[in-house]
């Protein structure tokens, strides 16, 4: 299989031509993605950065936060300058926003992306955007924002380097949660068949992604799988991440990753939560779903957004406040179902 054979819709195509349009040779280009990256932000971020220095342009990656240890393999030498975000974002002639059209998912970056000339974006959520006016390539039909980098080399025939390929690999992986999630398309495996045609090693990849983990991974998740709750009447289970779990297994907030997907695997379970309290204050609240449960609508109540299925928002407020209104919420939601 070769990328000919996966077909791109028009309206793919011609947003690609708009985001191609400001990404002239010679350009800086700040790339970036929401707080706390994942493997779809981080894969398309690292992809790009191949695209466009191969033709000519300057991009570097700046995030609001570091780019997680697990994924470092992916990273060009000298790519990342998340260090200095803001002012690259500020010296960038384009930003190109990744995964994400919502200017509260972009943490300190936010104001400085808001003041930017131009804003460019590639996104696949069906969160409504509040971006400043610029291009875009969004499709929330999409598996992965990766998915729409790759439509977005195809259709300009931009050609995809080995190590460009295998970024976006990483990123469709990631967002398949291996190919296991309702998102995972007839065409996302077109697209996966066609990064392997390009060189992509599958066994290595599953190694640095979900095989490297430190010591202090599985035993925060094991402290995190303590705090389960499940109430079978309501198809609900959530699990909290204890005061101070994260430091004292010298863990990240990467490295909770994954957790809420045990509650979700109970039977009977419709709706997964996981709650954790974050330095600034506020409630970090996972949601994740089966069926036809639309947790994008039930974080949506709580200034939150993402996929009908995965979804998170933040809430301002205690622990046990934010848990009263968010589990109150859920069963009702899940009552009226």
Same mark, same amino acid.
């Given at each position: 299989? @070769?990328?000919?054979?996966?077909?791109?819709?028009?309206? &793919?195509?011609?947003?690609?031509?708009?985001?191609?349009?400001?990404?002239?040779?010679?350009?800086?280009?700040?790339?970036?993605?929401?707080?706390?990256?994942? =493997?779809? $932000?981080? $894969?398309?971020?690292?992809?790009?950065?191949?695209?466009?220095?191969?033709?000519?342009?300057?991009?570097?990656?700046?995030?609001?936060?570091?780019?997680?240890? +697990?994924?470092?393999?992916?990273?060009?030498?000298?790519?990342?300058?998340?260090?200095?975000?803001?002012?690259?974002?500020?010296?960038?002639?384009?930003?190109?926003?990744?995964?994400?059209?919502?200017?509260?998912?972009?943490?300190?970056?936010?104001?400085?992306?808001?003041?930017?000339?131009?804003?460019?974006?590639?996104?696949?959520?069906?969160?409504? $955007?509040?971006?400043?006016?610029?291009?875009?390539?969004?499709?929330? %039909?999409?598996?992965? @924002?990766? %998915?729409?980098?790759?439509?977005?080399?195809?259709?300009?025939?931009?050609?995809?380097? !080995?190590?460009?390929?295998?970024?976006?690999?990483?990123?469709?992986?990631?967002?398949? =949660?291996?190919?296991?999630?309702?998102? @995972? @398309?007839?065409?996302?495996? &077109?697209?996966?068949?066609?990064?392997?045609?390009? =060189?992509?090693?599958?066994?290595?990849?599953?190694?640095?992604?979900?095989?490297?983990?430190?010591?202090?991974?599985? +035993?925060?998740?094991?402290?995190?799988?303590?705090?389960?709750?499940?109430? !079978?009447?309501?198809?609900?289970?959530?699990?909290?991440?204890?005061?101070?779990?994260?430091?004292?297994? +010298?863990?990240?907030?990467?490295?909770?990753?994954?957790?809420?997907?045990?509650? &979700?695997?109970?039977?009977?379970?419709?709706?997964?939560?996981?709650? +954790?309290?974050?330095?600034?204050?506020?409630?970090?609240?996972?949601?994740?779903?089966? =069926?036809?449960?639309?947790?994008?609508?039930?974080?949506?109540?709580?200034?939150?957004?993402?996929?009908?299925?995965?979804?998170?928002?933040?809430?301002?407020?205690?622990?046990?406040?934010?848990?009263?209104?968010?589990?109150?919420?859920?069963?009702?939601?899940?009552?009226?179902?």
């Amino acid at each position: 299989m @070769t990328t000919n054979e996966v077909s791109i819709p028009p309206e &793919r195509v011609r947003a690609a031509e708009a985001v191609a349009a400001v990404l002239a040779p010679g350009r800086r280009v700040a790339l970036t993605t929401h707080v706390n990256a994942d =493997g779809d $932000g981080v $894969g398309s971020e690292v992809a790009l950065w191949h695209l466009l220095t191969a033709r000519g342009l300057r991009p570097t990656i700046a995030n609001p936060t570091p780019i997680p240890d +697990r994924f470092h393999f992916l990273l060009p030498a000298g790519a990342d300058h998340s260090e200095r975000a803001a002012r690259e974002v500020e010296a960038a002639d384009v930003v190109l926003v990744l995964d994400i059209s919502d200017v509260s998912r972009l943490g300190d970056l936010a104001r400085t992306i808001t003041q930017s000339h131009e804003v460019a974006c590639i996104d696949h959520h069906v969160s409504g $955007g509040s971006l400043p006016r610029g291009p875009r390539l969004v499709a929330p %039909e999409a598996a992965a @924002t990766a %998915e729409l980098v790759f439509d977005f080399a195809s259709a300009l025939q931009w050609p995809l380097c !080995p190590e460009a390929a295998r970024a976006l690999y990483v990123g469709i992986l990631t967002d398949t =949660g291996g190919f296991r999630f309702a998102n @995972t @398309t007839p065409r996302v495996l &077109r697209v996966a068949g066609a990064l392997l045609e390009r =060189g992509v090693d599958p066994e290595s990849i599953y190694a640095s992604v979900y095989a490297s983990a430190p010591e202090g991974r599985v +035993r925060l998740t094991a402290e995190v799988l303590g705090t389960l709750v499940v109430e !079978p009447e309501h198809g609900l289970a959530w699990v909290t991440v204890p005061p101070d779990a994260l430091q004292r297994h +010298r863990a990240t907030a990467d490295d909770l990753d994954g957790i809420v997907e045990y509650p &979700r695997s109970i039977a009977g379970v419709r709706l997964a939560l996981l709650f +954790r309290q974050l330095a600034n204050g506020k409630v970090k609240v996972s949601f994740r779903s089966v =069926g036809d449960v639309d947790v994008a609508e039930l974080a949506h109540r709580f200034g939150g957004g993402g996929h009908r299925k995965a979804a998170g928002a933040s809430l301002e407020g205690t622990l046990a406040s934010a848990q009263e209104h968010v589990l109150a919420a859920a069963r009702e939601y899940l009552n009226g179902r």
